[in-house]
């Protein structure tokens, strides 16, 4: 990062003030947020792992949930992953659960089971970037580190005036950069909060709130009449729509089969009712599929319903249809079960397949 360029944006800026009128305004009217009750560290991070592209009113409940179930970091380290997942069960992007879990480990392990207050240990567990690390170490230590998260690169792309493209890692840097010029050394917490409080309240992607925000008189984009034009942000690649048949096979007993999704890529560990991807196998060769796949010999009967379901990168686009288990041939494979319905509940599933499992 050029620091010329640091300078230029930050030329003639008047850096109290803005300190100043943003630290009173978080401090006097911040939302009342259940981690927000005291500083610890593991708090802190577990909020904001689940806060990372979640609403915080969806949050809430789930934060809750979770310290009571995992109240310290150790407990946290011991629990089976099955039960980390279970919680998180809903909220989406599981690998932050697993990744959470599998860093806390690690504090546990190497760090005597105190969170480290230093960039360089804390940016090395896994799952904590540059954003996480930052939250951490300004609220949890009162460290002065930049906390660079999409509201702080809107408030800071209208307040700077920037017209630099905010997808790119370039000026997310280019932000970071600013911040340590920035933000304010005696309180770097109700800095950087009030920083992604203004751009969760105030300073909104559409219609900001111009004539209510607290730093209205140091903002550039304001007093250009820009604030409606900036961010920029790069288009999003098309996402790609898989088609699956997924069946609900039930056995003499009346148990559901369900199965356990691979170890690694997307909702690793996760449970679910078996899917057939149609672009490689179309119905009338789904009972040969499933014989393969499980041992188990199917009857295809009505359908149930469609899911559709919208992920970050693809779409899925589910034809739900009830079978029956006629015969098992062999054995099925081994991260595969037959449970009762009401033992479905126990079970982590994603968004998807407990829209079908709620339907049972």
């Known amino acids: 990062m050029k620091q010329n360029e640091i300078k230029s944006l930050l030329n003639n800026f008047n850096i109290d003030a803005f300190q100043q009128d943003l630290i009173d305004w978080f401090e006097s009217g911040q939302r009342d947020l259940p981690w927000r009750l005291d500083q610890d560290p593991y708090k802190v991070w577990v909020s904001e792992i689940m806060l990372q592209q979640t609403k915080v009113d969806t949050v809430i409940p789930y934060f809750n949930n979770f310290l009571e179930k995992f109240p310290t970091l150790q407990d946290l380290a011991d629990a089976p992953e099955q039960e980390v997942l279970k919680a998180w069960e809903g909220l989406g992007y599981y690998s932050r659960a697993r990744n959470l879990q599998n860093a806390v480990q690690e504090v546990v392990a190497s760090y005597g089971g105190e969170v480290p207050d230093n960039p360089k240990d804390l940016g090395d567990l896994k799952g904590v970037g540059p954003y996480t690390k930052g939250a951490i170490l300004s609220i949890a230590f009162g460290q002065p580190e930049p906390a660079v998260d999409g509201n702080v690169m809107r408030v800071l792309s ?9 997808a790119k890692q370039s000026t997310r840097k280019l932000f970071e950069a600013c911040i340590y010029d920035m933000i304010a050394k005696q309180n770097p917490s109700a800095f950087n909060q009030g920083l992604m409080e203004l751009g969760a309240l105030i ?43 997924t069946l609900v096979i039930e056995n003499e007993q009346g148990e559901i089969l369900i199965e356990q999704r691979p170890s690694k890529g997307l909702l690793a560990n996760m449970w679910q009712f078996p899917m057939i991807p149609l672009a490689s196998v179309d119905l009338e060769h789904a009972a040969a599929y499933i014989e393969q796949l499980f041992g188990i010999e199917i009857e295809l009967r ?11 990168h ?33 079970y ?10 709620n339907t049972l």
Do not use: N
């Open 158 to 166: 209208r307040v700077l005036l920037v017209d630099q493209d905010i």
């Open 203 to 245: 300073c909104t992607p559409k219609s900001p709130s111009c004539l209510l925000c607290p730093v209205q008189k140091t903002c550039r984009a304001f007093h250009e009449g820009v604030q409606d034009e900036l961010p920029i942000k790069g288009k999003a690649k098309k996402q790609k729509t898989i088609q699956y048949a």
């Open 302 to 312: 009505e359908e149930l319903l469609q899911v559709k379901h919208v992920f970050s």
């Open 314 to 346: 693809i779409i899925w686009e589910m034809k739900v249809f009830k079978a029956k288990a006629v015969s098992a041939t062999t054995q099925a494979h081994e991260r595969s079960e037959f449970v009762s319905v009401k033992q479905l509940t126990d």
């Open 348 to 357: 982590p599933f994603p968004v998807p397949h407990q829209k079908i499992r």
